[in-house]
């Protein structure tokens, strides 16, 4: 969250200041008034003539100056004149002048106490800025901070460059705290007054403490942000929006129009819902936006050139064949025919000219039946059957838009090795021939020129294979090309940038530490070497000039190995282990050319140099943790949120790294405690955590 209070402080002091001088200086007007009249009538009266008042007046002139010191108290110096006597018995009822300005200025200070403590005392204020109703504010004795808010609240968020001040009140204008996360917020115009002004060019201030801050409030004049007021634009978590209702097993469809739609899922192991809610990302909120007519989970969200969601599928308590269309525009659901079967793990894929296809998965039996939707129309139509029930399977779009469906698991949970092409302008299937081998938990790459590779996978036999084909989308036809010199599955294959395709690691009849390189050019695997040691859940980073850094991973042991794959030489080189074994850590590419290693219930941060092949201690997280995230920000700085610490207890916590100190600083946590949660850097820079798991579904989203 961010804190708010050293603004509302410092605007309620001033504010006080101001009305406290206002009164001394009206009292000051009508004292001197009076002693002038008094003066001019006593001028006369030899026995108590007294000197001219302005002979008598005292004045001490002071500027008026606001001093940030620790207390924000400013000081005044004001010296009231002596009054006039009119008569002795007139002269022994008034105080003295020493007695009457020490009391006058006892109840001067005892107003500026009392309003003084009336700032830093908890108190519960309107906050139009804030998507809640009210949020407390209290001082603790080492920082500015709002706590435990009533509800969960975010600063209204506006935009600078494009000079749109949309914030609900005139005296927050928009202020450009482009130093910390390249957001701006709304803020209290007080800033403008009480800053120390900046270079705008060297963004340098007085002191190392405070950040210039560009504004739209202050002209083109930079200015610095004090030492005492960095919690109020600190990075921090906001919260996104809580939907209405927790669920996994949803989906979630990107609209023409920015917004998110979530759809149906489970509630709880035992809950369906037919729910759908609305993201919008420009206030951060979720709303609902009508039910769907039934409940569901494991369907399929295809979003339309028209912009509607076409939903289709899914399961509860029966395979449903039920569809419905989800129209952003009035916000409703409608019922919009049944597929001729009930169905879930099918895919749909929306083609070229705009209808759905949807073909196999599993209803009672699995599925070789295909289905074609026309939003035109509304209706679905049988497509022909495929040759064979299948689910799981894989479908690549071609270049030309027809679709290939190769392998996957058949109707006597056997591999399949046959596969099929669909024809969007015939509205046919063809037999495109079989693969020669029967494969799931295989790859497919689409490749430069067009055709498509097929590598390993689980055989018929139930054992790896080593096998790899092509199909050539001109001719309808599988080649057997060239065998890996490994049997290999649930390894990865990557497409390099000179067009070849690395396959890495994995497992066959044990782990695998080797490697090949695929030249779609002669069609043939070359052995590139091997690691050094066989490995999984390790991490693959490709680095500026190209090459591939594998750190870590779980082979005989956990590892703390590192090698290097140069993919202009085919070679990998040791490259000088980590200082720490790790599995199931992060590795995040900097700015700067580094790796950044984290995690593995290991607190300890290590960096990779690519220039010197050594890793260098950089610093301690404060908490150890694996299964969470780290994003690389916009700034270059690396967030870590969440996973499970040494205990496996799931934890709420985030930290940020800065790569041009070296150090760790506690960000502020997470509104909900989760690991295996995703995390996602966001194109205005900021990022977004969805979901994870700690016993119950968190229905809440955040971002940083």
């Not at 497919?444 to 199909?471: D, F, P, R």
């Given at each position: 969250m961010v804190r708010y209070t050293i603004m509302k402080r410092l605007t309620k002091i001033l504010?006080?200041?101001?009305?406290?001088?206002?009164?001394?200086?009206?009292?000051?007007?009508?004292?001197?008034?009076?002693?002038?009249?008094?003066?001019?009538?006593?001028?006369?009266?030899?026995?108590?003539?007294?000197?001219?008042?302005?002979?008598?007046?005292?004045?001490?002139?002071?500027?008026?100056?606001?001093?940030?010191?620790?207390?924000?108290?400013?000081?005044?110096?004001?010296?009231?004149?002596?009054?006039?006597?009119?008569?002795?018995?007139?002269?022994?009822?008034?105080?003295?002048?020493?007695?009457?300005?020490?009391?006058?200025?006892?109840?001067?200070?005892?107003?500026?106490?009392?309003?003084?403590?009336?700032?830093?005392?908890?108190?519960?204020?309107?906050?139009?800025?804030?998507?809640?109703?009210?949020?407390?504010?209290?001082?603790?004795?080492?920082d500015h901070s709002a706590s435990k808010p009533t509800l969960n609240c975010s600063l209204q968020k506006c935009n600078v460059s494009s000079n749109e001040n949309t914030c609900l009140s005139s005296t927050t204008p928009c202020f450009d705290y482009r130093t910390f996360n390249n957001i701006s917020y709304c803020a209290p115009g007080i800033l403008c007054s009480i800053l120390e002004p900046c270079n705008n060019v060297t963004y340098n201030c007085a002191s190392n403490t405070s950040v210039c801050v560009i504004n739209s409030c202050c002209s083109s004049q930079a200015v610095c942000l004090p030492p005492a007021s960095l919690d109020f634009c600190r990075s921090g978590w906001f919260n996104t929006g809580k939907m209405n209702d927790p669920r996994f097993y949803h989906t979630l469809s990107v609209l023409l129009n920015g917004k998110i739609l979530a759809s149906g899922g489970l509630q709880s192991d035992y809950s369906f819902s037919m729910t759908t809610e609305l993201y919008d990302s420009s206030i951060g909120t979720w709303s609902n936006t009508g039910s769907m007519n039934f409940l569901r989970y494991y369907h399929t969200a295809s979003v339309l050139a028209n912009g509607k969601v076409l939903v289709a599928g899914g399961y509860h308590n029966i395979y449903l064949n039920s569809s419905e269309l989800y129209d952003p525009s009035t916000g409703t659901w409608t019922y919009t025919g049944s597929m001729n079967f009930g169905r879930h793990g099918h895919t749909a894929s929306v083609l070229t000219n705009g209808q759905v296809l949807v073909t196999g998965g599993a209803g009672g039996g699995y599925r070789s039946s295909t289905e074609l939707y026309d939003p035109s129309t509304g209706i679905w139509t049988n497509t022909g059957n495929m040759n064979f029930a299948r689910y799981y399977h894989t479908a690549s779009t071609l270049a030309d838009g027809k679709v290939l469906i190769a392998g996957g698991i058949g109707t006597a949970a056997y591999s399949l090795n046959s596969s099929e092409l669909y024809d969007p302008s015939t509205g046919t299937w063809t037999n495109t021939g079989s693969?020669?081998?029967?494969?799931?938990?295989?790859?497919?790459?689409?490749?430069?020129?067009?055709?498509?590779?097929?590598?390993?996978?689980?055989?018929?036999?139930?054992?790896?294979?080593?096998?790899?084909?092509?199909?050539?989308?001109?001719?309808?036809t599988w080649t057997i090309s060239d065998s890996m010199n490994n049997l290999r599955h649930l390894h990865a294959a990557s497409i390099l940038t000179n067009g070849k395709v690395l396959v890495t690691g994995g497992s066959g009849s044990t782990y695998l530490n080797s490697s090949e390189l695929y030249d779609p050019t002669t069609g043939t695997w070359t052995y590139t070497g091997s690691m050094n040691f066989a490995r999984y859940s390790h991490t693959a980073s490709i680095l500026a000039d190209g090459k591939v850094l594998i750190a870590g991973g779980v082979g005989s042991t956990?590892?703390?190995?590192?090698?290097?794959?140069?993919?202009?030489?085919?070679?990998?080189?040791?490259?000088?282990?980590?200082?720490?074994?790790?599995?199931?850590?992060?590795?995040?590419?900097?700015?700067?050319?580094?790796?950044?290693?984290?995690?593995?219930?290991?607190?300890?941060?290590?960096?990779?140099?690519?220039?010197?092949?050594?890793?260098?201690?950089?610093?301690?997280?404060?908490?150890?943790?694996?299964?969470?995230?780290?994003?690389?920000?916009?700034?270059?700085?690396?967030?870590?949120?969440?996973?499970?610490?040494?205990?496996?207890?799931?934890?709420?916590?985030?930290?940020?790294?800065?790569?041009?100190?070296?150090?760790?600083?506690?960000?502020?946590?997470?509104?909900?405690?989760?690991?295996?949660?995703?995390?996602?850097?966001?194109?205005?820079?900021?990022?977004?955590?969805?979901?994870?798991?700690?016993?119950?579904?968190?229905?809440?989203?955040?971002?940083?």
């Open positions: 504010a006080s200041i101001f009305f406290i001088i206002t009164v001394v200086t009206i009292y000051l007007a009508f004292d001197f008034a009076i002693t002038n009249a008094l003066s001019t009538k006593q001028h006369s009266t030899d026995k108590y003539k007294t000197e001219s008042p302005l002979s008598l007046m005292k004045i001490k002139n002071t500027n008026e100056t606001l001093k940030h010191n620790s207390d924000n108290q400013p000081s005044h110096n004001i010296i009231k004149p002596d009054r006039p006597v009119r008569s002795l018995k007139a002269k022994q009822r008034l105080v003295k002048p020493a007695q009457f300005h020490k009391k006058s200025m006892g109840v001067i200070l005892a107003l500026i106490f009392s309003f003084f403590f009336s700032c830093v005392q908890g108190v519960s204020t309107a906050a139009p800025n804030y998507y809640c109703n009210t949020v407390e504010f209290t001082l603790s004795s080492s693969m020669n081998y029967a494969r799931q938990l295989h790859t497919a790459s689409i490749l430069a020129n067009g055709k498509v590779l097929i590598a390993g996978g689980i055989g018929t036999n139930g054992y790896s294979l080593n096998s790899t084909e092509l199909y050539d989308p001109s001719t309808g956990i590892l703390n190995s590192v090698e290097l794959y140069d993919s202009s030489t085919g070679t990998w080189t040791n490259t000088g282990s980590m200082n720490y074994a790790r599995e199931l850590h992060t590795a995040s590419v900097l700015a700067n050319g580094k790796v950044l290693a984290a995690g593995n219930y290991i607190n300890r941060t290590e960096l990779f140099d690519s220039s010197t092949g050594i890793w260098t201690d950089t610093g301690i997280m404060n908490y150890a943790r694996r299964f969470h995230t780290a994003s690389v920000l916009t700034n270059g700085s690396v967030l870590v949120s969440g996973g499970t610490g040494i205990s496996d207890v799931s934890v709420d916590s985030a930290e940020l790294y800065d790569p041009s100190t070296g150090n760790w600083i506690n960000a502020t946590s997470m509104n909900s405690i989760r690991h295996l949660h995703a995390a996602s850097v966001l194109v205005n820079g900021t990022a977004l955590v969805t979901g994870g798991y700690l016993f119950l579904v968190p229905s809440n989203t955040e971002l940083y």
